[in-house]
């Protein structure tokens, strides 16, 4: 079964940056879609927010969209890992970001990485 391990997390005040990893166990090269969720309250549903196909071809959230391109999804099928490339952060940004395939494998979930955006 695969599974997932999130990294990149951390605290940031308004306006920076993170860099979000996401290492699958195994090959992510046959998988056509790859994605990032996010839970931004215990007991909150997890959103989809970023995919990206097998081609590297993303799409974002409206939310996302209508910000201009605050966060840029990225894979390397060669290393299995995703990217979540996320700028200009807002306190509603925080959350705990986990990456799966779309639609997630209920057996996949990692632990995922908390982002805190706080000034």
């Known amino acids: 079964q695969l599974q997932f391990v999130e990294s990149g997390g951390g605290f940031v005040q308004p306006g920076g940056s993170l860099r979000l990893s996401c290492a699958a166990s195994?090959?992510?090269?046959?998988?056509?879609?790859m994605a990032w969720y996010r839970q931004q309250a215990p007991g909150k549903q997890r959103e989809l927010v970023a995919v990206i196909s097998r081609g590297s071809k993303p799409d974002y959230i409206s939310s996302v969209k209508a910000d201009g391109g605050r966060f840029v999804i990225s894979r390397d099928n060669t290393k299995n890992t995703v990217y979540l490339q996320m700028n200009s952060l807002k306190p509603e940004d925080t959350a705990v970001y986990y990456c799966n395939t779309d639609p997630a494998r209920l057996d996949s979930w990692g632990q995922g990485t908390q982002v805190t955006v706080s000034s």
């Open positions: 195994g090959s992510i090269r046959s998988i056509g879609v």
